[in-house]
């Protein structure tokens, strides 16, 4: 008896641990902090995702759900009211609204767009379940303005998650609901002059009249939290998401945090305990004065790390334009190159967005640039995937990194001047940023005097073709003696082999 009672003790010691672990996230940030990257995402290094909705019918980008009811501001990149009058017509006649029916989306092959990410080199996609525009592309419980109900009658989430497993893609979905009631008080007009945001028919898309500065309207911010809470559970429950993001910081308070702890756990048990969600923010909570760090992955929109970090982080930018932009000129694949193998030098992951035209495809210089892309990760993914970053991320010129997403214009280009360090295991490798003209390849950190090296070099291979090159260790640098007939175009790697 006394053996049995002690089985089954243990027995039930274990069932509760089991339990506790799968539950084990409170929506605290004390409790948040417990939260650790899954390696896999550390392994993975490049996504693709889409920003997608209504707003690619009229093609100049997903702001314009916004834009198209301003008329002037002092920023003039927000003015697009001209535009949409000039085009579409008066928006009390056509508003926002109006442009769901028109998504049709009647090219969308989601199995196509994902057979084409995995060639380029991504490991994880995720696509947009929600943007600042109050639609959701999935099946809502909450929202008649989703896009199984209306537009192309589709379950978008649905669709791109099992396309993306299907092709062995981790699958997550970016979120950007929460300022949507500050974001969308412009389609209301004026009394003057009244857009369609003023028929009560259609609150529960633009939201009732609302001003952040009036008192009396608490209730509605309060009441928009709690809708939020409940639309992004909803998500959760309904759709095997790995990753989740938030435009923003953990928005709502102690809402926001219920729903951080609730992905958490929701994936826990999924994965049978097994920690494999990934949850992206901008910002760290602070309570009392004290910032919480490290509650979630940090996410930089558009600019990046300047230094490597202890812990991992994600940088999501774009080509060109994040929704489909008729306008739009986009980046050559040398500078996306250029800014994974920099990020992923300093513990990082790029989230590269893609747009989607109206009707479900890529602009074409999108489905050229995924090609050139997966050519270059087939020659030197093996210095990216599973990798972590060496005891400096590389050397060269400082450059200037953007400030803020709006600031890309002054982010300074990198070029045969930089190299880049990333390791696995006893693996060390080098990118240099562009082939030199000399067709040397000169490291100043791998001198056997050096600051973070003592060891002398057995060997050096070129990366992507195994060739052995012929190198010159002394105590301030090691040189190394490159082909002259390049293997791969944009920035190359080599392999170090210690003694």
């Known amino acids: 008896m006394k053996i049995r009672y002690v089985f089954f003790i243990s027995i039930t010691l274990v069932f509760i641990g089991q339990v506790k672990s799968q539950n084990q996230f409170k929506p605290t940030v004390e409790s948040l902090q417990e939260y650790k990257t899954p390696e896999w995402f550390r392994d993975a290094k490049f996504g693709i995702w889409n920003v997608w909705g209504p707003y690619s019918v009229p093609a100049v980008g997903e702001w314009y759900a916004r834009n198209m009811y301003i008329m002037e501001s002092e920023n003039t990149w927000q003015v697009q009211g001209p535009y949409h009058r000039k085009v579409w017509g008066h928006q009390s006649k056509m508003g926002y609204k109006d442009f769901i029916p028109m998504w049709k989306a009647e090219k969308f092959d989601p199995n196509k767009l994902m057979e084409q990410y995995k060639k380029a080199g991504a490991k994880y996609y995720t696509s947009i379940a929600t943007f600042h525009d109050n639609y959701d592309l999935f099946d809502s419980k909450h929202t008649r303005w989703?896009?199984?109900?209306t537009g192309p009658k589709k379950d978008m989430v649905k669709a791109f998650q099992e396309a993306a497993h299907a092709q062995g893609l981790r699958y997550g979905a970016t979120t950007h609901l929460a300022r949507s009631l500050n974001w969308w008080t412009v389609n209301k007009g004026t009394p003057e002059e009244p857009y369609d945001g003023v028929d009560p028919t259609y609150y529960d898309l633009y939201h009732p009249p609302y001003d952040p500065k009036n008192p009396k309207h608490k209730q509605i911010a309060d009441d928009w939290g709690t809708m939020w809470n409940k639309r992004i559970k909803d998500l959760i429950d309904n759709y095997e998401l790995d990753l989740l993001y938030f435009d923003g910081g953990i928005p709502f308070g102690k809402k926001g945090y219920d729903v951080v702890s609730h992905f958490y756990n929701n994936n826990l048990k999924r994965h049978n305990g097994n920690e494999n969600g990934v949850m992206c923010i901008k910002g760290w909570p602070t309570e009392g004065g004290k910032e919480y760090a490290e509650?979630?992955?940090?996410?930089y929109e558009r600019k990046k790390s300047g230094e490597l970090k202890v812990n991992a982080w994600q940088t999501d930018d774009h080509m060109g334009c994040w929704g489909y932009n008729q306008f739009a000129e986009y980046r050559p694949t040398n500078y996306i190159v250029d800014k994974l193998i920099d990020i992923v030098s300093k513990n990082g992951n790029l989230l590269l967005c893609l747009p989607l035209k109206a009707d479900g495809t890529h602009p074409e210089a999108i489905d050229t640039f995924l090609v050139e892309m997966g050519q270059w990760m087939d020659i030197n993914g093996e210095a990216i995937y599973g990798t972590r970053p060496w005891k400096i991320y590389g050397e060269g010129p400082k450059r200037k990194e953007a400030n803020n997403h709006g600031d890309m214009a002054n982010e300074e280009m990198m070029d045969e001047n930089d190299i880049r360090f990333t390791t696995k295991g006893d693996q060390f490798f080098a990118f240099q940023l562009g082939?030199?003209?000399n067709e040397t390849m000169v490291i100043k950190a791998l001198g056997k005097k050096?600051?973070?090296?003592?060891?002398?070099?057995?060997?050096?291979?070129?990366?992507?073709?195994?060739?052995?090159?012929?190198?010159n260790q002394n105590d301030d640098q090691l040189i190394i003696k490159l082909p002259t007939q390049h293997h791969c175009e944009h920035a190359f790697a080599v392999s170090i082999t210690f003694n």
């Open 450 to 471: 050096a600051e973070y090296n003592s060891k002398t070099i057995k060997k050096v291979t070129m990366v992507g073709t195994g060739k052995l090159l012929d190198f």
């Open 146 to 149: 989703n896009s199984v109900k």
């Open 435 to 437: 082939w030199p003209q």
């Open 295 to 299: 509650v979630a992955l940090m996410d």
